[in-house]
């Protein structure tokens, strides 16, 4: 089981930056691929990036490749997501989520991951 929580949503500018992060509970989070994801309003849950157990494979929708970077810190049972250079398109509600399940050709899916956290928002404008 794990909890998570994420934390670092705000209301920016377009061109600012924003490190979200999310902290899970228990002693298996180093065990999870984490993911991020989010939700504007009106549409479907979209993926934004995972990365691996290790912190070594990372994976990004194209929408974000090049502005976004996820980490995480697996001493502190944390993930980041470091969002830079936002613009309004990046409004939404983001959620980070673990799964165990999941492989690189089906990480993107958001019905591979079990555990989710509440969301935070980001909205930003123009």
């Known amino acids: 089981q794990v909890q998570l929580v994420e934390s670092g949503g705000g209301s920016v500018q377009a061109g600012d930056s924003l490190r979200l992060s999310c902290a899970a509970s228990g002693r298996t989070f180093s065990s999870y691929i984490m993911g991020w994801f989010r939700q504007a309003p009106g549409k479907e849950r979209e993926f934004v990036a995972a990365?691996?157990?290790?912190?070594?494979?990372?994976y990004y929708a194209d929408s974000v490749k090049g502005r976004f970077t996820i980490s995480r810190d697996n001493a502190k049972n944390t993930v980041y997501l470091q969002m830079n250079s936002l613009t309004p398109e990046d409004t939404a509600v983001y959620y980070c989520?673990?799964?165990?399940?999941?492989?690189?050709?089906?990480?993107?899916?958001?019905?591979?991951?079990?555990?989710w956290g509440q969301g935070t928002q980001v909205t930003v404008s123009s």
């Open positions: 990365v691996s157990q290790n912190n070594v494979n990372k």
């Open positions: 989520a673990a799964t165990a399940r999941a492989y690189y050709n089906n990480i993107r899916r958001d019905d591979m991951y079990d555990y």
